[in-house]
């Protein structure tokens, strides 16, 4: 079944949101749905359309998969706690990391991860749950990017044929499938979720994982976590659509304290778009981005260069892998 | 014996080239000397200053290694001739390649091309021509790089402990040692010769190989040449210090004709710098930025990201390798 875009002059917030509750009563009916929170505009949608729906009888997880963002998993918690939901943090780190052991292609790491998430720990958190229902937070470009066949979501399945309920067991419900980033962003504001959820950045399913090209080990994102950090504390004024660190794989030359260290590669994104379908560089000052580099190279270890990245969407894509 | 550096307060252009060579004339006599004439500034000034001392008996060659930029070896022999000074081209290319086959180590790069030009092409034309006497363009800089570790300089042996008289058969001779780049880039124009020559942004001894992470091949410098003449044309009106393209090994996601394309990236530097020791990436524009984004990726087969260097020298080096 085709999915069909709803534009955001097509958009009312109130009848939508009505809508996607009343379908999902009707389907879920007396029975339990189950959904993961990352704290993304997405997961965060989905989450309150849910409740709203079901009440209690949606069970909300939030996966620590090690690869989030640096005291995400509390935050985002302590958050939804206060808006009246209950989430449970399920520690899922040494399953993740060791389906991600010696991989270094792109492609098999997003793999490695959805396995994993939907095999190792959700599939099992559903029947134990007794639910028959999974909520996601799958968009609509999500949708056109995994058709194009540019990447692979790790929230698409139906759209590539996998059959969940025959495969794993349930039935994914997916409330935002025909909007994009800004119409979904207006539906939480509408929803009463806050303005740190409702304008949070985009952050990608495999999460810190897709900002380290090769191979994930837990010192990998240590490092990477450690960049992020200080790219979302200095650029968080900006209003920028999205801004990152990605780990390199290649080393450079650098210098410390007089001698050659041969260090590691950050490389910087900072992006303008609306929709994530195109994009330029953000044109930060000189001033920031000297001050991101000068950081960077003192407060993660073994970083001696950082980089900016100058090209647009297309021919780049928002993250790097 | 220390290098005593020469400063640039303290450098009398008359008197450092009068004094020069009349110390080449005395050490080689009525005998032979060769040199290697690279195209930079540092060669240059070598092969003027030795004409001066010597007239023929310094024989001057190109060995085309086949890591020049685009034109190069045409260029550099007709302005030298317009000169009156003869320079042989030497293609030396299958040997250079040969040798840099499978070596990902920039030491072991930087090791394989020192061998070639001084075993294999050098050596022999030294004794072909009966010269005992090879000038080179060493500058104070490389010594102080050298020596602390920061990086080979392909042209450093005496500092390290080689002694090329025994090992290879030849005297060197380094009639640029003790000045930095600003003072060498003076010699230069007080000479006669053009701008330029004396103006040229240093280039590396191992050519567009220093510009390659991960192995040197025809194919990847063929790239990295490509990328390097856009960024010179680009950027040759900001009278920056140096500026230059950069081939990563690492591949990243892009998009070209809405299909994914996972390809290379091309990180450009650009300096400002009075002696190489410390340097700022320049400020600029992002018109300018975009515009080199959107040649490379659009001009060079298989790029589809580009990047700036944002990072101070230290902890950056000037080049990245």
Not at 51 to 66: C, P, V, W
Not at 106 to 113: S, V
Request: charged share 30%; aromatic share 6%.
């Amino acid at each position: 079944m085709a999915i069909k875009e709803i534009k955001l002059d097509d958009l009312n917030l109130e009848e939508f949101i009505k809508q996607k509750t009343e379908e999902i009563s009707s389907l879920v009916r007396k029975g339990l749905a189950v959904n993961a929170l990352s704290g993304g505009v997405d997961s965060s949608t989905v989450t309150m359309i849910g409740h709203k729906a079901l009440g209690d009888r949606l069970k909300t997880y939030f996966i620590e998969n090690g690869l989030m963002r640096e005291g995400e998993p509390q935050r985002v918690v302590s958050l939804f706690y206060n808006l009246g939901i209950k989430v449970e943090i399920v520690d899922a780190r040494a399953k993740f990391f060791n389906e991600l052991k010696g991989l270094v292609d792109p492609e098999e790491k997003r793999e490695a991860i959805t396995r994993v998430f939907y095999k190792d720990v959700f599939g099992p958190l559903v029947k134990e749950s007794g639910a028959k229902y999974l909520m996601q937070g799958t968009n609509y470009t999500d949708v056109e990017e995994t058709v194009a066949g540019i990447k692979r979501q790790h929230n698409i399945l139906a759209q590539i044929g996998i059959d969940t309920e025959e495969q794993y067991g349930y039935i994914v419900i997916e409330p935002i499938v025909q909007l994009r980033k800004s119409g979904i962003r207006k539906v939480a504001k509408a929803l009463g979720l806050t303005e740190e959820i409702y304008n949070r950045p985009p952050f990608p399913g495999p999460a810190l994982s897709a900002r380290i090209i090769g191979e994930v080990t837990q010192k990998r994102v240590e490092t990477v976590r450690k960049a992020t950090k200080i790219v979302e504390e200095e650029l968080h004024n900006t209003n920028a659509f999205q801004y990152l660190a990605i780990l390199h794989k290649d080393k450079v030359t650098g210098m410390k304290k007089g001698k050659r260290d041969y260090g590691l590669q950050i490389e910087v994104r900072c992006w303008e778009s609306l929709d994530a379908i195109t994009g330029s560089p953000t044109r930060l000052s000189y001033d920031i981005l000297e001050q991101l580099a000068e950081r960077i190279t003192a407060e993660v270890p073994g970083v001696v260069s950082v980089t900016y990245n100058i090209t647009k969407k297309p021919p780049s894509t928002i993250e790097a892998i």
